[in-house]
C-alpha cells in the first residue's frame, strides 16, 4: 500500500500501519498535509523531514508524531532508510492513554519529537512489526487489534522515549532561502504576495529561489504557497461558519472559483462537502 496514492487525504477510518525501506535520493510527489495524526519512527538510517518552515534531521530510534492539518515532507539524502508510519485518528486515543502521555491530553495538540534508547528500541520495532503484519491480514479482527496496539505504541514511548523539546536540525547553508521563504509564506499567506515578493523577501531572484525551493522541498515556491493557503482554509472551513468565497478571500486567495477547484484537487472534496464531513 502506498498511503500518498491511495490513502484519502481526506479521513481515514481505523489505524493503518506501514513500513518500508527508501533508498538514498527518494523523492515525495509532493508537500502535503491530512486530517489524521501520522506516527513517523525512523527504524534504520535517517532522514531529513520539512514541516510548516522548519526542518528536522531524524535518526534512527527517532519518532515524529506530526498532528492533522500540518503540511510536511520528506528527504532521504543521507543513504538507504527504514522507516515506519502509523495513521490514526484522535478518537483512536482512549482518554486514559492520553492521561498517561507527557503533558496528558495536550500531547497530542502539536508537533513531537522523541528518541527511544537503543535498549528499547528492539522492543518499539517489534511492536511496529505486528502492526505492519496485521495491516496485511486486514480480517474483522484487525481494526481493533491495530488500535490497541497503537495504545501499547504510544504508552510505550510515554514510558520509554525523551521527548526532545529543541528538535534536532542540522540546516545545510544551501537550503536557508528555502526555511526563509517558508516562514515569509507563514507568515503573509493571506495576503496577494506571489513567487517575486516572496524572492524579493529573501533576496534572491525569483529563478534561483524557485530552483532551490523545488531541489529542497520538492514542489516550486506558488505550490507551497497554495498549499499554506489550502491549509489554513481548511482549519477555517471546521471552525467558522463563514461562507466560503469569505474563507477564501481571507486565506489569500483571489476568488472563489479558484479557490474551490484548488481545494477538491487537494483534499479531493468541494469546501462545503470538507465541512459536513467534519
Known amino acids: 500500500m502506498n498511503r500518498h496514492t491511495q490513502m484519502p487525504r481526506s479521513g481515514i477510518e481505523r489505524v493503518h500501519a506501514d513500513r518500508r525501506t527508501r533508498a ?11 486530517t489524521y ?5 525512523v527504524e534504520r538510517g535517517a532522514c531529513r523531514f520539512l514541516v510548516e518552515d522548519s526542518m528536522y534531521d531524524l535518526r534512527a530510534g527517532d519518532f515524529l508524531l506530526i498532528p492533522p492539518q500540518l503540511l510536511h515532507y520528506t528527504r532521504y539524502p543521507f543513504g538507504d532508510c527504514r522507516r515506519s508510519t502509523v495513521l490514526f485518528r484522535g478518537e483512536d486515543v482512549d482518554e486514559a492513554v492520553r492521561a498517561c502521555l507527557p503533558e496528558g491530553a495536550a500531547f497530542l495538540a502539536r508537533l513531537r519529537i522523541f528518541r527511544a534508547p537503543e535498549a528499547h528500541r528492539g522492543e518499539l520495532s517489534a511492536l511496529l512489526g505486528r502492526m505492519v503484519t496485521e495491516e496485511r ?6 481494526a481493533l487489534l491495530l488500535r490497541t496496539r497503537l495504545q501499547e505504541l504510544l504508552l510505550l514511548c510515554a514510558r520509554e522515549c525523551d521527548c526532545l523539546h529543541d528538535a534536532p536540525a542540522n540546516i545545510r547553508t544551501t537550503e536557508d532561502s528555502v526555511l526563509r521563504s517558508a516562514q515569509f509564506i507563514s507568515a503573509h499567506y493571506a495576503e496577494p504576495i506571489n513567487t517575486a515578493d516572496v524572492a524579493t523577501a529573501v533576496g534572491f531572484s525569483p529563478n534561483y529561489l524557485s530552483r532551490k525551493f523545488r531541489e529542497a522541498a520538492g514542489i516550486g515556491v506558488h505550490e507551497y504557497l497554495v498549499l499554506t493557503r489550502l491549509r489554513h482554509a481548511a482549519l477555517e472551513l471546521l471552525a467558522t461558519e463563514d461562507s466560503v468565497t469569505e474563507i477564501a478571500l481571507r486565506c489569500g486567495f483571489s476568488g472563489s472559483n479558484y479557490f474551490k477547484d484548488a481545494f477538491k484537487k487537494k483534499y479531493g472534496v468541494t469546501p462545503r462537502d470538507y465541512r459536513r464531513m467534519g
Open 24 to 34: 538514498r535520493g527518494y523523492v515525495m510527489p509532493a508537500y502535503h498535509c491530512h
Open 37 to 41: 495524526y501520522e506516527l513517523y519512527c
Open 137 to 142: 491480514i486486514r480480517d474483522a479482527r484487525s
